[in-house]
């Protein structure tokens, strides 16, 4: 018999102890189905159920160095006394009408959620994303009569999430709301309401045990215990379904996170062991061109290293024994300095991802799959296969339990299954659930996964009469000093001339531009677009605004007619300073404190204002200097926070 480590013996012990008595994973998951499924499958047995492991850690979060613990029982107690509290500050409502959220994630939106649906209201989970425009709309169209608000008041009753104060008494439920409503993510020319039953999260639900039991990833524990992280919004669908519902049934353990920061992010994951995180493929790509950044700064040989591993780990992808094994011996410094050993699963998901992304995770230990959805469907399908090489090219699998897929004769992607919206309002109409959802996403089957190619809409007709398909343009025009790039049609006169969109630093050099410009031009010559993709256009602005988490094409498509892009011009004072010792001195401190590329270090940039350097960064360069060329460098002199000025400071001294 294997003897087991410390670690896995308190992990075993620590398993029987969260899992409701029951002596496995599959057999505890197998006791709550079979209970929701003898229920009348609404909110008030849903309710009961996602409450029923009272002692399970519920909630965790930081407070300074203490890490505050809410336990499903807690949260379930205090929930009601909270309902008690809006019961009466929603007097007046009329029983099952609609309540609006507009919170951002914490234990209290949690148990917002539940207050709401226990005083017999239907939530509308507000997308704190989107424009007051919107917001509006849908109050106005599922005829809201309230909002519980943390941060803005509403043209409707408006109650602030601080009065929200737990009552004496608790409070007793007796009929508890219908559904649950969410908002489309707005990337569409309109947004759509998308209302939920406790009978569609049942099926949800349903859906994920088949994960459970296709993918032994999803269900491990670190050190006895399955935490996520709250990246993910609860207010959008995959927040809502594949964070919250999926987990929160199952009485596992979220972990707050208090705000975007990369170190928080990091901090957070390790302080607290997350074994799950659930992000949009922004936050992945990001992560990977920092990790390949450091790995550069540290030279060729740290590189070559890199690289050797990842081609073994190709190789050994469809060998999930060896190739388990390798990752673990050979990418556990990465693992350290990123997020640490406790990740055991992680899934991207909202839109396309790049597969060089996907592989590098996934070599490295951390078990990347791509998921999909909409908020019209749910979380339809993820790649649960074991095989690293098959997870890479970003399929995302086959559809979950009951739920199946279909091509119409134009490549669409139609769903059906039960798990879908009960009901959706579009354009102020609502509509009820059609037999086959058409997901107007271009898609294919091939090697036992389904792959998401990208919006019919966003297709666009070349000079030619051939179909550009945007997304899978741009993810193989990937291109050193590029921040990202966007395919649009540019319709005008009744002639469409594809544009390639190019976000690049404002202070970019010509000559840099240049190298950009003839790296792209022969990209397109060799993919064969070259006279298909008319117009090459350089910008400083980002592609993504505000809390976009994906290209909002049409948005880019608006603002690149109206003028509104800020047109590229080149630093001409970039290519003076790179024969200057001095002046590349100062870029390359610059760069590394502040965690950004040489590039994105304007020569006139100030340091605060337009580079987000803090009073500490700040100091810690000041400091350098001295040390460096023995000169005083007054902290209080405005015209040393840009390259240029300190450049010209220490050559005139």
């Not at 599922?142 to 929200?164: E, M, N, Q, W, Y």
Request: with cysteine; glycine share 8%.
């Amino acid at each position: 018999m294997q003897k087991l480590s410390n670690n896995e013996m308190l992990g075993e012990i620590m398993r029987l102890n969260n899992l409701g008595g029951y002596n496995s994973i599959n057999a505890f998951v197998d006791g709550k189905l079979r209970r929701y499924n003898e229920s009348a499958h609404d909110f008030a047995a849903l309710f009961e159920l996602m409450f029923s492991e009272r002692d399970n850690i519920m909630y965790e979060k930081s407070a300074g160095y203490r890490v505050i613990k809410t336990t499903y029982g807690e949260a379930r107690e205090e929930l009601l006394r909270r309902a008690a509290t809006l019961g009466v500050l929603l007097e007046g409502c009329e029983k099952n009408s609609v309540v609006g959220i507009y919170m951002d994630n914490s234990l209290l939106w949690l148990e917002t959620l539940w207050a709401v649906l226990c005083c017999g209201f239907c939530p509308l989970l507000l997308n704190k994303r989107l424009d007051d425009e919107a917001l509006e709309y849908a109050l106005r169209v599922s005829g809201a009569g309230a909002v519980i608000s943390d941060s803005k008041s509403f043209s409707v009753r408006t109650i602030d999430s601080k009065s929200l104060e737990p009552s004496d008494s608790a409070y007793e439920p007796s009929v508890f709301g219908s559904d649950i409503i969410v908002m489309s993510s707005g990337t569409s020319s309109h947004v759509k309401l998308c209302a939920y039953s406790a009978e569609e999260f049942f099926f949800q639900i349903r859906g994920s045990y088949g994960m459970i039991r296709k993918c032994a990833q999803v269900k491990k524990h670190y050190e006895g215990e399955l935490k996520l992280l709250t990246f993910l919004p609860f207010y959008h669908i995959f927040g809502l379904v594949a964070v919250y519902i999926w987990f929160g049934f199952f009485s596992r353990t979220f972990v707050e996170l208090g705000d975007m920061q990369p170190q928080t992010i990091v901090n957070t994951i390790k302080r607290h062991k997350v074994t799950h995180v659930f992000a949009v493929p922004l936050f992945w790509e990001t992560v990977y061109e920092q990790a390949m950044r450091t790995v550069a700064e540290r030279g060729e040989k740290t590189v070559k290293k890199l690289e050797k591993g990842l081609s073994i780990s190709r190789r050994l992808g469809d060998v999930p024994v060896l190739g388990e094994l390798f990752t673990r011996l050979a990418f556990r410094e990465v693992r350290e300095e990123m997020f640490g050993e406790s990740i055991i699963f992680s899934i991207t998901g909202g839109s396309g991802i790049s597969p060089r992304v996907c592989e590098f995770f996934n070599a490295i230990g951390y078990n990347l799959s791509d998921g999909y959805g909409m908020s019209e469907i749910g979380i339809a399908s993820v790649e649960l296969r074991r095989s690293k090489r098959l997870r890479s090219t970003c399929s995302v699998g086959l559809p979950m339990s009951g739920v199946e897929y279909r091509l119409n004769e134009s490549g669409e992607l139609l769903v059906k299954g039960r798990a879908a919206a009960r009901y959706i309002i579009e354009d102020g109409e609502r509509r009820e659930r059609a037999e086959w959802f058409n997901t107007r996403d271009l898609a294919r089957y091939e090697n036992g996964g389904w792959y998401i190619l990208g919006r019919r809409d966003d297709l666009i007709i070349a000079p030619g009469g051939e179909n550009l398909n945007p997304n899978l343009i741009e993810e193989k025009l990937g291109v050193e000093g590029a921040r990202g790039v966007c395919l649009i049609g540019d319709d005008r006169e009744g002639k469409t001339v594809p544009t390639l969109l190019v976000s690049v630093n404002k202070y970019i050099s010509g000559e840099r531009l240049s190298e950009i410009e003839r790296e792209l031009k022969k990209r397109l010559s060799e993919l064969r677009l070259s006279g298909q993709i008319q117009r090459l256009v350089f910008i400083s602005d980002s592609l993504l605004q505000g809390d976009e988490f994906k290209l909002n094409r049409r948005r880019l498509t608006a603002d690149y007619k109206r003028g509104a892009l800020a047109p590229v011009v080149p630093d001409r004072a970039a290519a003076e300073r790179e024969n200057d010792e001095v002046a590349r001195s100062l870029t390359g401190m610059m760069a590394a404190l502040l965690n950004k590329s040489e590039d994105e270090i304007g020569y006139t940039a100030d340091f605060f204002t337009e580079l987000g350097g803090s009073s500490l960064d700040y100091f810690a360069m000041i400091s350098q200097l001295r040390e460096q060329y023995a000169l005083p460098f007054p902290t209080d002199n405005p015209d040393l926070t840009t390259v240029k000025g300190l450049h010209d400071y220490i050559t005139s001294a």
